[in-house]
């Protein structure tokens, strides 16, 4: 027999009526997203996660609600608002699943807005309305098998062949590759600098196997790219950066979308933790009467609101332009930090059925667990932190 999917019951939580501070913009595009991941994502993220498959179907939804590049121009395939509705769209996509708001990062934030920000506008014009349209799908290669927290001493790199460069080297973790029309790849030039190039699916030499067995991000497709003697087109290189500046900018773009995201989980194991709390009697009354819970669930709650202010805060300082990459970074590191926190106290709230895919904390649980690693580690966005207010550089 067929398993009954179980309706979402959701309810968002705002407990200090931060709604007052968003415009209409904002709330319209946040209930339009929630509802489409309920009708969308909820009723197949758990048989999804199960047989560890991406939904790749959703990529065309996504790209109808605006989630890819939210904040770039429409003209370029983006939506035209502002950052906060980026953030809002961020939060609502990852209380369904940090799998589908990783589908969406890595295509709006991570391939889209380089294109956009460092390409030249031929390379604009033949990318980003497929990438937004959901035609193409994208994917960032800066990780390397042997370089994570410190991509610049990537090995990936490419030499000089009149019309075109030869790419060599290879790239781990890349989220979305194995389903890839084409990869924003990380590279350094015969002086050793990094350049940012597009590298085709087609393009001889390139290949991207899938990466299995993962414990988390289930429903999302991660794989590597692998480049021999790959030739790919000057014309193909992003003409407008040179350097660590290109990728980590894209970082910070991500990383802002992420600060929001981590909410969504956390308000997706608060809400369903809080319901269990008042239907799951025991010694004879709801188990939400006993202190202990309350203590977990005002921890909670009072977690998710001070994170909540800080991604509003951050969110109205990158509408101005003035969102500091260190900014982003402790918004990175303490909303993922808090979500992963409250998923764990959630999941001891449902008890048993806590583990279980019945309820959706554990499989949030489990994807947090990357979150809280991709797009810098939480050690390396502290040492950001702690370089940011001494002055002195713990990498270095
Ligand atoms: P450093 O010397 O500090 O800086 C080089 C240049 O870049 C500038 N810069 C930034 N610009 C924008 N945003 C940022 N976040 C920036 N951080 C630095 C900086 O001002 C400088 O500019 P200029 O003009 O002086 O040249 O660079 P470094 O190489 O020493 O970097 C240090 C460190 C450790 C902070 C950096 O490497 C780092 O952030 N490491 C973490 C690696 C990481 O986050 N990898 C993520 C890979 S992608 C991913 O995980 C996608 S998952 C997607 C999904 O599925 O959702
Ligand atoms: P390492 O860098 O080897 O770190 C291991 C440990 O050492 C960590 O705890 C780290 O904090 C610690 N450490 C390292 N350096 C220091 C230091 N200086 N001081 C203190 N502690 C330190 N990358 C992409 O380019 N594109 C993608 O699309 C992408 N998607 C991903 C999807 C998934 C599911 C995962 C798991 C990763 C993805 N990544 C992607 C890679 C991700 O960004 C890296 O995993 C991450 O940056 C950490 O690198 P690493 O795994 O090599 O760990």
């Known amino acids: ?9 959701f309810q968002g939580h705002d407990y200090y009526n931060i709604d007052a501070l968003l415009h209409d913009d904002h709330k319209i ?10 009708q969308e994502v909820s009723p197949i993220i758990e048989a999804y996660s199960d047989k560890a498959e991406c939904p790749v179907h959703l990529f065309k939804g996504l790209a109808e609600i605006g989630a890819f590049g ?4 429409e003209k370029y395939g983006g939506g035209g608002m502002d950052e906060i509705a980026y953030g809002i769209i961020m939060q609502e996509l990852e209380r369904g699943d940090s799998g589908i708001r990783s589908m969406a990062s890595v295509q709006g934030s991570l391939v889209m807005y380089p294109i956009y920000k460092f390409g030249s506008e031929e390379q604009r014009m033949k990318y980003l309305p497929k990438l937004g349209s959901g035609e193409f799908i994208g994917c960032f290669g800066l990780t390397e098998p042997d370089h994570g927290s410190n991509p610049s001493g990537m090995v990936t790199n490419i030499k000089d062949d009149g019309d075109a460069y030869i790419l060599n080297g290879a790239k781990m973790w890349i989220t979305n590759s194995p ?8 590279a350094k030039d015969e002086s050793g600098v990094v350049r940012g190039l597009i590298v085709e699916k087609d393009m001889k030499g390139f290949s991207a196997p899938a990466i299995h067995g993962k414990w988390s991000l289930r ?5 590597e790219l692998i480049f021999e003697d790959v030739r790919v087109p000057k014309s193909n290189v992003l003409p407008g950066v040179s350097g660590m500046k290109g990728p980590l900018s894209c970082l910070s773009k991500a990383r802002y979308g992420i600060a929001w995201g981590a909410i969504g989980a956390a308000m997706d194991c608060y809400d369903s933790a809080l319901r269990y709390s008042q239907e799951r009697s025991q010694f004879g009354r709801p188990i939400g009467q006993f202190q202990l819970t309350q203590k977990k669930l005002a921890e909670m709650i009072t977690e998710i609101t001070k994170a909540q202010l800080l ?8 509408n101005e332009g003035n969102a500091t990459p260190a900014q982003i970074s402790m918004a990175k590191r303490n909303n993922v930090a808090m979500a992963l926190d409250v998923a764990r106290e959630a999941r001891q709230i449902h008890g048993g059925m806590g583990i279980t895919n019945e309820y959706p904390v554990m499989r949030h649980m489990m994807n947090l667990e990357t979150v809280l690693t991709y797009e810098g580690t939480h050690d390396i966005h502290l040492l950001i932190t702690g370089m ?9």
């Open 179 to 186: 389903v890839a029309d084409i990869a924003v790849v990380w």
């Open 311 to 318: 991604v509003w805060r951050l969110g109205v300082l990158a």
């Open 29 to 38: 595009a946040r209930d339009a997203v929630r509802s489409w991941v309920k």
């Open 70 to 73: 939210p904040s770039l121009p």
């Open 219 to 223: 429903a999302s497709i991660t794989g």
């Open 1 to 9: 027999m067929k398993k009954q999917v179980k309706e979402d019951r």
């Open 388 to 396: 940011d207010v001494t002055g002195l550089n713990a990498f270095s």
